[in-house]
């Protein structure tokens, strides 16, 4: 069965460091989006992309966020200046979108850990 | 209170007993969807079920919607051990069912053997 993959599993990085984690959406899916979860809380919505571009972000998504779709696979989160208060579990997530086919299907996560 | 809250938070059963959890919602949605997770692994999707939708039924798992009370429930039939995990539910409000999903705070459940 297609899945979404997300690389690396568990990345620990400096404060004040960028971070580039990685997903691959399922080959057919045309909408994809970052989440993230903080340790013992809600997964929280970071991000929507659509045909190239955001479409959705949230207050969480500042500056210090990016996202890529660099080739026709690929689909990065980029932080470019990581704090302690940014390790926690981000989720790529991507959904087909067209008609009935809108469930969201999630990666395994990247355990991000800044110290 | 917030858009997605389960409850129980913590729901322990014995191995072979049905398993009950309620998601709450406040807004007028497109789709609920129930996702499964192990304990800091990823995000199962287990069912999704549409705002005209009002029962659905994967193997051992049947979900109800009620959009008048804005409410879902998963009821996990004749429970495992491997159902040890944490449930959540998460909503979409969107008119086609592809922005972002909400999430509630999930429900620990727990097997006894």
């Known amino acids: 069965e297609p899945e979404v993959t997300q690389t690396p599993s568990h990345q620990v990085t400096q404060m004040g460091q960028e971070v580039i984690l990685r997903c691959v959406p399922i080959s057919n899916h045309l909408y994809f989006y970052w989440y993230r979860q903080i340790l013992g809380q809600k997964v929280e919505f970071l991000v929507s992309f659509y045909n190239n571009e955001i479409s959705e972000k949230s207050e969480i998504f500042d500056d210090q966020f990016s996202v890529e779709r660099p080739d026709g696979s690929n689909f990065t989160l980029k932080i470019r200046s990581t704090k302690l208060e940014d390790s926690a579990m981000y989720f790529c997530?991507?959904?087909f979108g067209v008609g009935l086919n809108t469930e969201a299907f999630f990666g395994q996560g990247t355990r991000l850990t800044v110290v | 209170s917030q858009q997605g809250e389960e409850d129980p938070q913590a729901l322990s059963i014995q191995e072979g007993e049905n398993a009950t959890m309620n998601c709450s919602y406040k807004t007028s949605i497109n789709n609920l969807q129930w996702y499964r997770q192990n304990s800091g692994r990823g995000l199962v999707h287990l069912i999704l079920i549409r705002s005209n939708e009002r029962e659905k039924h994967s193997g051992r798992l049947r979900v109800t919607l009620d959009t008048s009370k804005k409410s879902s429930s998963l009821l996990i039939t004749a429970s495992r051990a491997a159902d040890t995990a944490s449930y959540f539910c998460?909503?979409?409000?969107?008119?086609?069912?592809?922005?972002?999903?909400?999430f509630g705070t999930g429900t620990r459940l727990t097997i006894i053997p």
């Open positions: 998460a909503t979409d409000r969107s008119n086609f069912g592809n922005e972002k999903l909400t």
């Open positions: 997530a991507s959904i």
